[in-house]
Structure formats: structure tokens, C-alpha cells
């Protein structure tokens, strides 16, 4: 297939650090240990900036992805890495927080390995209510105290579930809710605060080049819905799912650790 032009300094509102002109821009980078958001932290260290990595731990099912996040921080170096405990569990209502509600898993053909269906429609019971609002607005905090002037976030509204809060629309909002709403955006004459999300507009494959491009390993990421205590993958559920056609289309080697 051919190659997606990605240019992260194309980002909207994110230019490139010119060298020796300013100091260093700091960013928070929302880490969750998953293969997007791996990929905005190679790219905002690309673009010069100094790293501070965040995970929250918000009762997920599974804690391979925050000690992903943990080894990815330290190997696509972050100046730090917190993990923030919030309870999301508190409120219910998502497969991903509540054990009581079945990850939906997608069929595959057993002679071939193919899914058998396309990704249903809607937005699934993977959705966390208001989950990128709440991860963000604990960034925003955290941007205030260690001095950060951007929000790097992997977002994606191409190959996704169709989160509302994975769109360009919430991205924009948010940047104006961040100037607002803080100190450092009141006080400023010019918007303090940005909101990057280089990987917008890119489809899975898309991602998957220019994070390789940069030397991401995959094969330190976890994606999955339902993964074991170890990483290991399921290969079934819409993460697994979307993760696997986009190593496919990209034609890069999958480095996932699949179940069985
Ligand atoms: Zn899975």
C-alpha cells in the first residue's frame, strides 16, 4: 500500500521546537501503554519536546498495560512517568471497568484466521463514560505544576470504536476549556495551553508506519480489551481486532503476543 505522509510537525498548533531559539517545550503525554499512545510519545520526543508521561490506573481489567506503559516511558525517554489512581470503576456502565460486562469479541474464520464479520456499528460497551475528559483534565493539572504548554494525546477517529471523545471536534474543545479554565491560561496573553493529537486523522496502518519510522517496538505495547496478567493478546476483541488489520495493512511484522 502506499505510504501515509506524516508529518507530526504538521500537527495543528504543535510547530517544531527551532533549536537553540527557545528553551525546551514541556508536554504531559498521556501514556496508557497501548500501541497509539507509544506512538505520540516517539513522536513528541521527535519534535524535541521534554516528556512527562501519565497512566491512570481507573480500574481497568488488567494491569499489563500500565507496567507496559512503565517500560515504554523509560525506553522512548520520558523525564518521568506517573501512574494516577482515579476510580472510573465508581461509576460502572463499561466492559473495560466492570467485570460484570462481557468484552465483545469478533469471530474469526478457522481456515483462514479472517474475521468473519465487519467491526459492528455504534459506539460499543468498551465505551468508559467521559474517560478521555476526566484522563485529560488530570493532564491539564499536572501540565500547570510541572510548567508543560502542551497535551500530546493519541486520539484517533479513523480505525477506532467511535468513541465521541476520540474525535477532532473534543480535541479542539478541550484546548479552549484548558486556556480557560487554569491559571496558566488566564494569566497568559497569548493560549498557554495546546492539545496535540498527531494521530487524528491517520488510519491504523498509518500509525503503525511512523511509529516504526521512529523505532517504536511494538512488541512492548499491549492493546488489548482483555489481555492476560502477562500481555498476552486475545486476538478477538475490537482492539486486538483493529490492531491486527492495521500491522497487516501497514505490511509490518506483527510483534503482538497472542493467547494460545
Ligand atoms: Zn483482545
Not at 497501548?34 to 497512566?55: F, K, P, Q, W
Not at 516511558?73 to 512517568?81: D, F, R
Not at 479472517?114 to 478521555?132: D, H, K, S
Not at 473534543?170 to 495546546?194: Q, Y
Request: charged share 15%; proline share 5%; net charge negative.
Amino acid at each position: 500500500m502506499e505510504r501515509e505522509h506524516v508529518n507530526t510537525a504538521a500537527t495543528p498548533n504543535c510547530p517544531v521546537t527551532e533549536p537553540g531559539v527557545a528553551a525546551p517545550i514541556r508536554a504531559v503525554v498521556l501514556l496508557s501503554g497501548g500501541l497509539d499512545s507509544a506512538t505520540v510519545l516517539a513522536m513528541a520526543r521527535a519534535e524535541g519536546r521534554v516528556c512527562h508521561a501519565v497512566s491512570f490506573d481507573y480500574g481497568q481489567r488488567h494491569r499489563a498495560e500500565l507496567l507496559a506503559a512503565a517500560r515504554l516511558a523509560v525506553a522512548l525517554g520520558a523525564v518521568e512517568h506517573r501512574v494516577m489512581k482515579i476510580d472510573t470503576g465508581g461509576l460502572g456502565g463499561s466492559a473495560l471497568t466492570d467485570n460484570a460486562i462481557a468484552v465483545p469479541v469478533n469471530a474469526t474464520d478457522a481456515a483462514t484466521g479472517a474475521f468473519a464479520a465487519p467491526l459492528a456499528e455504534g459506539i460499543p460497551v468498551t465505551y468508559v463514560p467521559a474517560r478521555n475528559t476526566v484522563f485529560l483534565a488530570l493532564a491539564l493539572g499536572m501540565a500547570e505544576v510541572v510548567g508543560a504548554t502542551e497535551l500530546w494525546v493519541g486520539v484517533n477517529a479513523v480505525d477506532y470504536s467511535g468513541y465521541p471523545d476520540c474525535r477532532p471536534a473534543f480535541v479542539e474543545a478541550f484546548e479552549r476549556l484548558a486556556n480557560l479554565a487554569t491559571k496558566a491560561g488566564v494569566e497568559s496573553a497569548m493560549p498557554h495551553f495546546r492539545v496535540c493529537a498527531p494521530l487524528v486523522t491517520l488510519s491504523k496502518a498509518g500509525i503503525i508506519q511512523a511509529g516504526s519510522q521512529l523505532g517504536v517496538d511494538y512488541g512492548m505495547t499491549v492493546s488489548c480489551y482483555q489481555a492476560s496478567p502477562e500481555g498476552l493478546a486475545c486476538g478477538q476483541c475490537d482492539s486486538c481486532r483493529l490492531r491486527r488489520e492495521g500491522f497487516a495493512a501497514a505490511a509490518v511484522a506483527d510483534p503482538t503476543r497472542y493467547l494460545g
